[in-house]
């Protein structure tokens, strides 16, 4: 019974592990606009999205494609060690979503909550959380430096793999 017991519970681990990591797609200097950059198939799937910036002004850009029904969820986040947790709110990356129909959302600074991200181990700070239901379509995800800087941008939450396409 004891050997049931723990095959179950190290069953239930093991299946528990991938659901920690978001699959990362890291934004190159050549996704300058949405259009340039990656498109997440499908939106709803938990993805981290990567940017690092060298210098103010720099943008990168990516999209996400949502359906009817679905959630938009997003999380903007940054890596709980200098030089980003020591940068006042002002200087970090602004990010601006805009839906299909083309309303345009700036995403607020609202809380530095620490999550530890226990597949990579590595700390985070929560800056901001949307989650809302969708409209159907395209997603657009703007994100323009105010110095150097780097951040991620959780997007989606389903634990499954999911597909980016680069170039169209």
Request: no cysteine; glycine share 6%; charged share 25%.
């Amino acid at each position: 019974m004891k050997k049931l017991i723990a095959a179950l519970l190290a069953l239930n681990l093991l299946g528990m592990a991938p659901a920690s990591a978001h699959q990362p797609v890291d934004l190159l200097n050549s996704d300058t606009t949405p259009s340039a950059g990656p498109l997440l198939v499908d939106g709803t799937v938990s993805f981290a999205v990567r940017a690092s910036f060298t210098k103010a002004g720099q943008k990168k850009a990516f999209r996400a494609a949502l359906k009817e029904g679905d959630q938009l969820d997003v999380q903007y986040l940054i890596i709980d060690k200098k030089p980003e947790n020591k940068l006042k709110n002002s200087k970090l990356p602004l990010l601006v979503i805009t839906s299909p129909s083309g309303k345009k959302t700036t995403m607020k600074f609202t809380e530095r909550t620490e999550f530890l991200e226990t597949y990579s181990r590595t700390m985070y700070l929560y800056l901001s959380r949307i989650s809302e239901v969708a409209e159907p379509g395209i997603y657009s995800f703007m994100i323009t430096a105010r110095t150097k800087s780097a951040i991620t941008l959780g997007v989606g939450a389903r634990e499954v793999p999911g597909e980016v396409l680069r170039g169209q």
